[in-house]
């Protein structure tokens, strides 16, 4: 992997698994990554949406993770927006950015977009929120999407190739999703009191 991309994401824990021929790097919530190298980038969602990138002439690309934070007053209505919206566009923005900054442009670019399953109970669609937030902004940019897997009612793994913008995509068990629900929690509270910060196919498996 070049020099950059090593610098810029060392941070991002990696590893080998047998079954992909390149290392996979593994984000959780709001990380991302980039690579001008072949890699698998590899995140679970609940009612978070990662972000699949990449320009296919340049060879580079990657997946950010996000979640647009709850409305401070746990509340339907006008509490959706300010700071959490602030939030998706950083997360959105960051994404592209490295990959422009990798010889990608950004007519060429290919958009995946995977996530936002209701796994929490109540009356708060944070998935649906985070749905409606992720495509007002590709089309208030001029992206369209190639790809998309939004919605329903599980939590999904999924496995993106940077260079071949291939997808492994497995959707689990609700019964399952605990620890998804308990970490997404934990990280939309810790995004709430913190400040805001600046043609493939869908193989299911």
């Known amino acids: 992997m070049a020099a950059v991309d090593t610098e810029t994401f060392s941070h991002i824990r990696r590893m080998q698994d047998k079954r992909f021929p390149t ?7 709001g990380e991302f990554f980039v690579s001008r190298e072949p890699m698998v980038v590899y995140t679970v969602l609940g009612s978070c949406i990662s972000a699949c990138i990449r320009d296919p002439i340049a060879g580079v690309g990657g997946m950010n993770h996000f979640m647009l934070p709850a409305p401070k007053e ?54 649906a929120r985070n749905t409606e937030w992720v495509l ?5 940019e001029g992206y369209a999407i190639a790809k998309s897997d939004l919605g329903d009612v599980y939590p999904r793994k999924v496995y993106y190739f940077t260079d071949s913008g291939r997808v492994l995509m497995k959707k689990i068990e609700r019964v399952k999703n605990r620890t998804i629900v308990e970490r997404e929690t934990e990280y939309q509270h810790r995004i709430e009191v913190e400040p805001a910060t600046p043609q493939d196919n869908i193989t299911l498996f």
């Open 136 to 140: 007002h902004f590709l089309k208030n």
């Open 74 to 127: 746990h509340q339907s209505g006008d509490a959706w927006g300010g700071e959490s919206t602030r939030y998706g566009s950083f997360a959105m923005e960051q994404l592209i950015n490295e990959i422009l900054k990798r010889g990608g442009m950004k007519h060429r670019l290919e958009v995946k977009l995977f996530g936002a399953g209701r796994i929490y109970e109540g009356n708060i669609d944070v998935g």
């Open 23 to 29: 290392e996979v790097a593994c984000i959780l919530p």
